[in-house]
């Protein structure tokens, strides 16, 4: 059985050569600036001129020339003023200085502001009780980017600051990749949509809607497609028809039971299995297939083993087919509260909840795994803000170890 590092590392080398090829759309940022959030750059985004585009300003005070004020006492006469939007025209001479605001072009002349707080006016003069530097106290021209400098690069996923930086060089329009769509399938007999009232034995289909939420966190459309009695030929047609999207996601039926169909239905229609299990629980048998140019995932059914795994292994392949290169797991280390004992040669992902208590040395993330009564117990999960990582090589772990924490992506 693989690891989990060597099963994400299939999925990563299988879809590698996606990720320059996504479709691409235009969006429109006046239109509504939110929209391009979390999607994945499709071009490069360049600066169209020197930023900042003038010599700028980061202080309200004067502009002098340091060799005019290189002494405490100096005293020089106030000409002109310079603020944001509006600059001084002329010149900064010998024994000159001009009054400027936060933002405004330093004027021609000038190579240092001095802070208002440290200075005095008299009369049309001002008196500098401090001695200027030359070059203090402005940004220079270009310095932060160069025009036709790439600012943002393609591949990058929006956030807030990437958009603000597309505003700042005056791209309204970009191009983002089209979002790879996902087929979620559920299989399983005693399965119910939300909308019905279950029978004593059967329950409601909830991973269809944890995998639905997956799949838009990591940057898919998800594309609920209900569930699939275990019935091969139902199950067959149910496949094919989710193969139109870019990946499929099916959840059950992985397992080795009588009624575990979803192996066998892929290899019937010609899928190739590129793993079949994987070192881990909860999530030991998931299945990554490529069938028909498209790749499938088959993921077990319980509701916190469909959760892992989709994180494990399914964001990765997302990320590929969204254009982006496959981000490593978003591991940190939390401080374990007590000691844990873990049995077998797995890795395990149990549920548990990181905080950050103040301490005398500052705060530091203590994790503390949650009761929970195994891969079932999604209330386990919604306590929970993370999965501590206890590795197959080092399953007794002691109170006050920094330990492995997979984060629950969209709760922090
Ligand atoms: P399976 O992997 O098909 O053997 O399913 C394992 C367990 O997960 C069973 O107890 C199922 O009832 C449960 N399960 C399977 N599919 C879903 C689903 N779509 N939503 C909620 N629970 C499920
Ligand atoms: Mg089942």
Known sequence: MISFEAAR?????TLSACVCAPER????????????????LAENIVADRNYPPFNRSIRDGFAVRSTDAAEPGAKLRLIAESRAGVAFNGTVGAGECVRILTGAPVPRG???????EFTREEDDFVVFEQAARAGQYYVLAGAEA??????????TRLGYA???????????????????????????DELVPLDRAPGPFQIR????????????????????????????????????????????????????????????????????????????????PVVFAWCRGKPVFGLPGNPVST??????????AIEALSGCLPQPLPIFKAKLAHPVDE??????????????????????????????????????????????????SKLHLQAGEWVDVLPRRGTF
């Open 9 to 13: 590392a299939k999925v990563i080398e």
């Open 205 to 284: 289909n909830s991973n269809n809607i944890s995998l639905a939420a997956q799949v838009s966190l990591a940057g898919g459309e998800p594309l609920p497609a209900g569930s699939a009695k275990d019935e091969v030929a139902e199950l067959r047609a149910r496949i094919e028809q989710g193969l139109e999207a870019d990946l499929l996601l099916l959840s059950g039926g992985v397992s080795a039971g009588k009624y575990d169909l979803v192996e066998q239905v892929l290899k019937e229609l010609g899928a190739e299995i590129l793993f079949e299990a994987v070192a881990i629980r909860p999530g030991k």
């Open 110 to 116: 000038a190579n240092a502001i001095v802070m208002h």
């Open 343 to 392: 049995k077998g040669t797995v890795a395990h992902f149990l549920p548990a909840r990181v905080s950050w208590p103040a301490s005398e040395s500052g705060t530091e993330p203590n994790v503390e795994v949650l009761l929970w009564e195994g891969s079932g117990d999604i209330g386990a999960v919604v306590r929970g803000n993370c999965f501590l990582l206890v590795h197959a």
């Open 162 to 188: 990437e958009l603000a930086m597309a505003a700042e060089v005056g791209r309204a329009r970009i191009e983002v990749s089209r979002r790879p769509r996902v087929t979620v399938l559920s299989t399983g």
């Open 25 to 40: 759309e235009i969006l429109d940022l006046s239109a509504a600036p939110a929209a391009p959030l979390g999607r994945i």
């Open 307 to 316: 959760m892992v795994t989709f994180e494990l292994f399914v964001v990765p």
């Open 146 to 155: 160069r025009v036709g400098e790439v600012v943002v690069p393609r591949g």
